[in-house]
C-alpha cells in the first residue's frame, strides 16, 4: 500500500460510511469467528398522521441484542410506549435466537426505565470529579431473555 488518505467523513457521508465499515467488520469477524446471524431492525411508532412518536434501533450478534437507540418524545412519554418498544424487540430477539439483551446508557432516568424493565448493571465509566462533565457516568446493562 504505497498511499492511504484519512479524513474526517462529511455529514452526506456519515451514514453510508458508518454501515460499510460496520458491514465489513461484520465480514471479517465471519472469517475467523463462529458466528451467530447479525441482524438489524428499527421499530418506529407513529400516530394517526403518521408523525414519529418514538422509535428503537437494535442489532444482534452472538445471540445478544443489542439496543443502540431508543427514543420517544416528550408528548409521550411515560405513557407505557417506551416500553412497549422495548418489549417488541426483545420478542424479535428471541425469535432470532438471542438469549440476552444489552444496552448502555449516560442518563438516570433511562437507567431506572431499563432497571424496571429487568435490565441489571454489568459496568460503569465514570468521569472523576476532575474531569470534564464531573462524575458523570455510563451504564452497561444486561437482561437474560
Known amino acids: 500500500m504505497s498511499y492511504v488518505e484519512i479524513s474526517f467523513a462529511d455529514e452526506a457521508e456519515k451514514a453510508s460510511t458508518s454501515r460499510a465499515i460496520e458491514d465489513r467488520l461484520l465480514q471479517s469477524l465471519a472469517k475467523g469467528n463462529k458466528q451467530a446471524n447479525n441482524d438489524e431492525f428499527i421499530l418506529k411508532a407513529t400516530d394517526e398522521n403518521g408523525h414519529l412518536l418514538g422509535g428503537l434501533r437494535a442489532s444482534t450478534s452472538y445471540h445478544w441484542l443489542l439496543i443502540k437507540t431508543l427514543w420517544v418524545d416528550d408528548a ?22 438471542c438469549h440476552g439483551a444489552w444496552l448502555d446508557t449516560s442518563n438516570e432516568t433511562a437507567r431506572k426505565f431499563y432497571q424496571g424493565l429487568g435490565y441489571q448493571d454489568f459496568g460503569v465509566l465514570g468521569n472523576r470529579p476532575d474531569q470534564a462533565l464531573p462524575d458523570h457516568r455510563r451504564w452497561f446493562m444486561k437482561k437474560d431473555l
Open 76 to 97: 409521550v412519554r411515560g405513557g407505557g410506549l417506551g416500553s412497549r418498544l422495548v418489549e417488541l424487540a426483545e420478542l424479535e430477539a428471541r425469535r432470532l435466537g
